[in-house]
Antibody, heavy 124, light 112 residues
Framework: EVQLVESGGGLVQPGGSLRLSCAASGFTFSSYSMNWVRQAPGKGLEWVSYISSSSSTIYYADSVKGRFTISRDNAKNSLYLQMNSLRDEDTAVYYC?????????????????WGQGTTVTVSS | QSALTQPASVSGSPGQSITISCTGTSSDVGGYNYVSWYQQHPGKAPKLMIYEVSNRPSGVPDRFSGSKSGNTASLTISGLQAEDEADYYCSSYTSSSTPYVVFGGGTKLTVL
């Protein structure tokens, strides 16, 4: 079964750090680009970051650039999101999602596999 | 990085058809045929329903269809069913200063 499972969420104070993980199974992880997408409570989806299959291409949303770092370990079938200098507005459910087809970041065929999400709460 | 514009809510009766619009700019929706639509039920992860404007992944009923004209993409659901009640999000590739993907604000579909 194709599956993504996020972990690492929790409660953190403003200015703190957190590292999210996403474990992939049931498919050849190293062949797919991956994303982090978040959803604040009661709000819509917001794309956060993209990493190509070989980590050669990385993008960030303006809202997290300079504070978040995406990475992957293809040998461990895992995706990560290091989140530093966290703010109240980073409170959200964070999903990892697989790009349906690989095209290096200059095209988009949708995200066809999603995890169940992990909740990050930034509050004092 | 501005979100794509969707109506906050639409509604329809079982068996009817509804259309959800998604308006962007020439840097996203209008400039590329890379529009996707997602369905999200409460407390669940999003599900890909349409990609490349009008293509359906396997397993998505053909009641769901997509189209695009200029800077506006549309999702049409025909023969509405109770289980279609959900939030729907459009998304598009973008060549803006922060490239890759931008989402719409979401539309709540109510089946009356």
């Amino acid at each position: 079964e194709v599956q993504l499972v996020e972990s690492g969420g929790g409660l953190v104070q403003p200015g703190g750090s957190l590292r999210l993980s996403c474990a992939a199974s049931g498919f050849t992880f190293s062949s797919y680009s991956m994303n982090w997408v978040r959803q604040a409570p009661g709000k819509g989806l917001e794309w956060v970051s993209y990493i190509s299959s070989s980590s050669s291409t990385i993008y960030y949303a303006d809202s997290v650039k300079g504070r978040f770092t995406i990475s992957r370990d293809n040998a461990k079938n895992s995706l990560y999101l290091q989140m530093n200098s966290l703010r109240d507005e980073d409170t959200a459910v964070y999903y990892c999602a697989r790009d349906q087809a690989y095209c290096g970041g200059d095209c988009y065929y949708g995200m066809d596999v999603w995890g169940q999400g992990t909740t990050v709460t930034v509050s004092s | 990085q501005s979100a794509l514009t969707q109506p906050a809510s639409v509604s329809g009766s079982p068996g009817q058809s509804i259309t959800i619009s998604c308006t962007g700019t020439s840097s996203d929706v209008g400039g590329y045929n890379y529009v996707s639509w997602y369905q999200q039920h409460p407390g669940k992860a999003p599900k890909l329903m349409i990609y490349e404007v009008s293509n359906r992944p396997s397993g998505v009923p053909d009641r769901f269809s997509g189209s695009k004209s200029g800077n506006t993409a549309s999702l049409t659901i025909s023969g509405l069913q109770a289980e279609d009640e959900a939030d729907y999000y459009c998304s598009s590739y973008t060549s803006s200063s922060t490239p890759y993907v931008v989402f719409g604000g979401g539309t709540k579909l109510t089946v009356l």
